[in-house]
Each structure stands twice: as structure tokens, then as C-alpha cells.
């Protein structure tokens, strides 16, 4: 009995647990926004080597995220954490206008790839607090967002480093579990 109650308790919680990938180039902020919906503080980062993976309560729900390092050498190997991936999560450097069209490139890519096929898209227009950022709608532009027709899809402007625009992100991730 004690087993099965076990085993019904673990089922009953993985049901919960969404998990999420965060991706972006090197230096775009996503481990700083990782470790805010963790902490909500600002913490050192160091340029993410490999993954970092945070599980984050938000209500009743579970998300395990998964922070993908940008740099050029490890952005071929993004594609080893797609399964089972309900959102991804698309960080921007919305002052770094020269990459926008890596970023366009990387993005069309994966919305191709068939392990994430189902997943939501969050575009996450981070650094608006620089004097030279791109408002979310003009990036959003940029990347072609209106075309996306096939999967549930959102861009929010957000500041990492002043905590702006995070819990709007949250909140947009928990009204959209499958
Ligand atoms: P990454 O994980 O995408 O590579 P990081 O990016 O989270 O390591 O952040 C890269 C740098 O951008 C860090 O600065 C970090 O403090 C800064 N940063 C992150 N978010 C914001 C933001 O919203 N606004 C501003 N102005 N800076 C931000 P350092 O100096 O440590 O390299």
C-alpha cells in the first residue's frame, strides 16, 4: 500500500512539472533571469558552459528550466535538450541590434525542429533599461513573430537586471500549460 501510495504521489507530481529551455546567445542575460526567477536577486554570472537547470515553483506548478549556453561552439548541441520541452524561452539582447538576424536564424531553426513541435514560444526582450534598446515590438518585427501561425507564442520586454517584466513572464508561461 505504502508503495502504491508512493508511486501514485510521484505520478501525481510529474503531471506538474513543465519544463522549460532557455536559450539565447552569450551574454543576452538568460542566466541572470534564471537565477532572478530563482532568487529574485542579482547574482555574478559567468558565461554558462554546457547547462544550468533550476526547478521553480509558481503556485501550484513546477517548472524545471534548463539555461542553455549561447556561445557559437555549444549553440549545435541546443538540440540534445529539446524533448519533452512544453516552452521555450528565447532570451534577447535587445541592445545587441548587429545579432538580431543570428538570433532570426537560430529561432527558425528550432521552431523546425520536431521535438519542438508542440512547445510555446517566449520571446524574452531583455536590457530595456539601455538607453540604445529595441522596444519588444520592434524586435519582435525583426524576428518575424507575427508569422509563427503553429504553436502558442508571446514577446515581453524585460530587464533582468532590475527585475522588470519577470513575473509578467512567469505569469504568461503558468496561463499557458498544456
Ligand atoms: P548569458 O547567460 O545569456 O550569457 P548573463 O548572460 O546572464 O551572464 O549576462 C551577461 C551580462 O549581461 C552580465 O553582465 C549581466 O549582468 C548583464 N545583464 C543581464 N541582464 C541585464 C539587463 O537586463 N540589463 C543590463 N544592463 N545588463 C544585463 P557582466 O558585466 O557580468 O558581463
Not at 26 to 33: P, Q, R, S, V, W
Not at 53 to 73: A, T
Not at 87 to 115: G, Y
Request: charged letters at 20%; one cysteine or more; aromatic letters at 8%.
Amino acid at each position: 500500500m505504502g508503495l502504491i501510495l508512493a508511486k501514485y504521489w510521484r505520478l501525481l507530481w510529474s503531471g506538474k512539472e513543465h519544463k522549460v529551455i532557455l536559450v539565447g546567445l552569450d551574454n543576452a542575460g538568460k542566466t541572470t533571469i534564471l537565477y532572478h526567477f530563482v532568487t529574485k536577486d542579482v547574482v555574478d554570472t559567468k558565461p554558462t558552459i554546457g547547462s544550468n537547470v533550476e526547478e521553480i515553483s509558481y503556485g501550484n506548478l513546477r517548472f524545471v528550466m534548463w539555461d542553455i549556453g549561447g556561445q557559437e561552439s555549444l549553440r549545435n548541441s541546443w538540440s540534445s535538450y529539446y524533448n519533452h520541452t512544453e516552452f521555450v524561452i528565447i532570451v534577447i539582447d535587445s541592445a545587441d541590434i548587429a545579432r538580431l538576424p543570428i538570433v532570426r536564424d537560430q529561432l527558425q531553426s528550432m521552431l523546425e525542429h520536431e521535438d519542438l513541435a508542440k512547445a510555446s514560444l517566449l520571446v524574452l526582450a531583455n536590457k530595456q533599461d539601455l538607453p540604445t534598446a529595441l522596444p519588444a515590438s520592434t524586435i519582435s518585427n525583426q524576428l518575424g513573430l507575427i508569422g509563427i501561425k503553429n504553436r502558442k507564442w508571446q514577446i515581453q520586454g524585460c530587464s533582468a537586471i532590475k527585475g522588470e517584466g519577470l513575473d509578467e513572464a512567469l505569469q504568461w508561461l503558468s496561463n499557458n500549460v498544456s
